[in-house]
Each structure stands twice: as structure tokens, then as C-alpha cells.
């Protein structure tokens, strides 16, 4: 499993949100950019993955912007990253059929591709953004 870019900018633009916005008071891309020294272009694409995800929520206008979508305390890593990322699995036979010329059930190494992957969701599941943005906080 790889985290790309994109899975980095979203946990940035989520914890950034839930620091820094409010449903009456919502924070810009350009300012989240300038606050986490990122690309504002690419965060415009990330934020429209969250969006549909129903993770944020955004407002047009001279006082526009975007807030999360619930409380930070609901959502969790693993939904973020899932937004934008897609299937995480670290190989991709935990989720698709594959033809790697090995039948599963013989497979020596898929149970221990399984065990890995539970326990990295049981991390992710088990973090919050609320957390992520307590921690920022203390920094």
C-alpha cells in the first residue's frame, strides 16, 4: 500500500478544516494553500474528491468556502483516504481476482498480505480528524 500525494493533501485539507473553519465561518483553498505551503490547483482537485465523498462542503461567493461536511470526530483516516485513493489493499488479490498463476488458497504469503492490510485499516478506522487536529494543535 502507497499513500500518494493525494492521500497526504486530503488528511492536510480535512485536519486544516477542521482547525480553521466553521459552518458560518468557511475557509478558503488559497488559504489552506498558503497555510500548509501547498499547490492551491492540486488542492482544488483533492477538495472536489472530498466533496462528492461528502466529506466537505463548499459555498460560492465573496464569502465562500469550505467546512467539513460533519463533525470532526466522525470521520475517520480510512474514509479520507478511501475518498481519494480508492482501494487501499497493499496487493490487489485482497479485493479483485487476479491471474498470478497461484491459487489462492495455496497462496503462501496472501494471509499475511490480509493480517497486514486488517491491521493498517484497524489504525486508520480507528483515528479521527478530530485527533489528527488535537495533535496539530499541541505542535
Do not use: F
Not at 28 to 39: G, P, T
Not at 98 to 112: Q, S
Amino acid at each position: 500500500m502507497k499513500i500518494s500525494t493525494k492521500g497526504t493533501y486530503a488528511l492536510e485539507i480535512i485536519v486544516d478544516l477542521a482547525m480553521h473553519s466553521e459552518p458560518d465561518r468557511l475557509a478558503s483553498l488559497k488559504d489552506i494553500a498558503q497555510r500548509r505551503q501547498l499547490s492551491e490547483k492540486y488542492l482544488e482537485r483533492i477538495a472536489g474528491m472530498l466533496k462528492k465523498a461528502g466529506l466537505i462542503s463548499s459555498t460560492r461567493g465573496a464569502y465562500g468556502g469550505y467546512c467539513l461536511a460533519k463533525e470532526a470526530g466522525d470521520i475517520t483516516v480510512l474514509e479520507v483516504l478511501r475518498a481519494v485513493e480508492g482501494n487501499l489493499a497493499p496487493v490487489k488479490c485482497l479485493v479483485y481476482s487476479t491471474d498470478c498463476g497461484i491459487e489462492c488458497e495455496k497462496c503462501p504469503t496472501r494471509g499475511t498480505w490480509g493480517e497486514l492490510w486488517e491491521r493498517i485499516k484497524s489504525v486508520a478506522e480507528s483515528v479521527t480528524v478530530e485527533e489528527l487536529a488535537a495533535r496539530a494543535g499541541e505542535k
